[in-house]
């Protein structure tokens, strides 16, 4: 058993298929080059700090349960511990920190009991069990996407996860907030009850929106970035059908379209949150002033 344990997880962008990869269908993702860091320790003084660069978030109700889940896994209790996690994404803005940090300190947690690589497993299911908190019918996509990095395409078949990675071009991707984060379960739960309401039509969308995830793996393969823009507006189109867009972030895929992007789309659950935009160099610094009055910012260069 070692005295600390140290771990890390990525971030996360989804670029297709977000709500209907909870029902099986194929989605594409990144896991980022930075996300979260976590230290853990035990200690006679028990301890859990997340900072965010500038601030620590005093964990809330579901984050102690979260946290609570996933150390349970490795037969730890928050009550023995010292934990610091260090968060890279900020939270709340559709950039998968929640997922980062199960990650960063599952991995740190395996550490401390000494556990070694082969352990992936035990970290998926801590993870899986964290993550449910916050995402209620959790795809698992954030997931995945946070304890690697790059491009992936993801499933959740009936014979379990499919995850491949991508060879894909490098791209300018802009990230932006433009709306206080809706909470996940909420959107999942909301989706959930208008399939109930009408089958039919909720999966005939859910269909079409994987043949634009299916189509955008092709076209990140080829680097095609025109026919990738035209997939995300598409793809923001069959969300705004579901009932998970709003006016701001309508607003704000019309303003990055107009600024010369080659396509935005809302990314994650929706219902506020964040947009997803491609821009190519000589429209960047276009889209993002555009963006910039409506909310935070954030440019990656992927992968
Ligand atoms: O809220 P986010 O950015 O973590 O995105 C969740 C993605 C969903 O498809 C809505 C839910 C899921 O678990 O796949």
Redesign the pocket.
């Known amino acids: 058993m070692a005295s600390s344990g140290q771990g890390e997880g990525k971030g996360k962008l989804?670029l297709f298929g977000?709500?209907a990869?909870?029902y099986g269908c194929r989605a594409i993702a990144c896991g980022l080059p930075r996300g979260a860091v976590a230290s853990i320790s035990f200690s006679d003084e028990p301890y859990w700090e997340i900072a965010d660069g500038t601030q620590i978030v005093i964990g809330d109700a579901a984050v102690q349960k979260a946290g609570r889940l996933l150390l349970e896994e490795f037969d730890l209790r928050p009550e023995e511990l010292t934990m610091k996690v260090s968060l890279e994404v900020p939270p709340g803005a559709?950039l998968?920190s929640s997922a980062a940090m199960a990650v960063a300190m599952a991995r740190a947690a395996a550490a401390l009991q000494g556990l070694d690589d082969a352990c992936e497993e035990k970290v998926h299911r801590a993870v899986a069990a964290s993550e449910a908190v916050f995402?209620g019918n959790?795809?698992g996509?954030?997931q995945a996407a946070a304890m690697g990095e790059g491009f992936l395409s993801f499933r959740r078949g009936e014979r379990g996860l499919e995850i491949e990675a991508l060879e894909a071009r490098s791209g300018r991707w802009i990230v932006a907030r433009v709306a206080p984060s809706a909470s996940?379960a909420m959107?999942?739960a909301g989706v959930a009850a208008r399939r109930a309401a009408n089958p039919n039509g909720t999966d005939g969308i859910f269909q079409m929106i994987e043949s634009i995830a299916i189509e955008g793996r092709q076209a990140l393969k080829q680097g095609d970035q025109h026919r990738l823009g035209e997939l995300m507006n598409a793809n923001h189109e069959a969300l705004v059908e579901l009932g998970v867009s709003s006016e701001v972030l309508d607003m704000a895929c019309e303003r990055a379209r107009q600024a010369g992007a080659y396509g935005a789309k809302l990314?994650?659950?929706g219902g506020g949150g964040c947009i997803l935009a491609l821009v190519d160099e000589e429209h960047e610094e276009k889209v993002k002033d555009a963006l910039e009055s409506l909310g935070d910012v954030f440019r990656f260069t992927l992968p």
């Open positions: 989804i977000e709500h990869v909870v559709g998968g995402h959790a795809s996509i954030d996940t959107m999942v990314t994650g659950a």
